[in-house]
């Protein structure tokens, strides 16, 4: 499957210190020059830039949502099987109306977690909220309860 990143996950982990875990967890990102220009960092090799093709699909959707979002979110309509991830919960819903799978940077924290790159989620929840990444609540014990490290009952 082709992950398409926009910059929220990017930022966000490299942040708070763990941004190698996308390559552990995903080998390969794909990012929009859009994406990449937002980040401002350094492109890793490990990462594909490629450009949307359709721009006035691009322009239509960036009418909802960010630049980045935007790009993302036309690249994966250009590419068969592809899913974005996304923190923005505007580009999270308009994926949902188009169909378009999503997953975010706590679900890359249990995917690292399941797949033995990290012993346990709590410490980089930890990093991302005190790195200024909000998460409520209620998402953190969700999170936690699903990598069975949850203290108590939900």
């Given amino acids: 499957m082709v992950i398409i990143a926009d910059t929220t996950a990017l930022i ?4 708070a210190g763990h941004f190698q875990l996308l390559e552990l967890v995903f080998g390969e990102l794909t990012i929009t020059p859009v994406v990449a ?18 721009t006035a699909r691009y322009m239509q959707l960036k009418q909802s949502v960010d630049a980045g979002e935007a790009s993302s979110l036309a690249l ?13 919960r505007k580009a999270r819903q308009l994926a949902e109306q188009l169909h378009v799978p999503t997953t975010g940077t706590l679900a890359v924290l249990l995917f690292a977690k399941e797949r033995g790159h990290v012993p346990r989620v709590q410490p980089l929840i930890t990093a991302l909220q005190e790195s200024g990444f909000r998460i409520s609540a209620a998402l953190v014990e969700q999170v936690l309860t699903l990598a069975g490290e949850a203290d108590g009952p939900v």
């Fill in 12 to 15: 966000a982990l490299e942040n």
């Fill in 76 to 88: 994966a309509l250009e590419v068969v099987g592809s899913q974005v991830l996304t923190d923005d």
């Fill in 37 to 54: 220009a937002e980040w401002g960092s350094k492109v890793p090799v490990w990462m594909k830039i490629v450009d949307v093709k359709d």
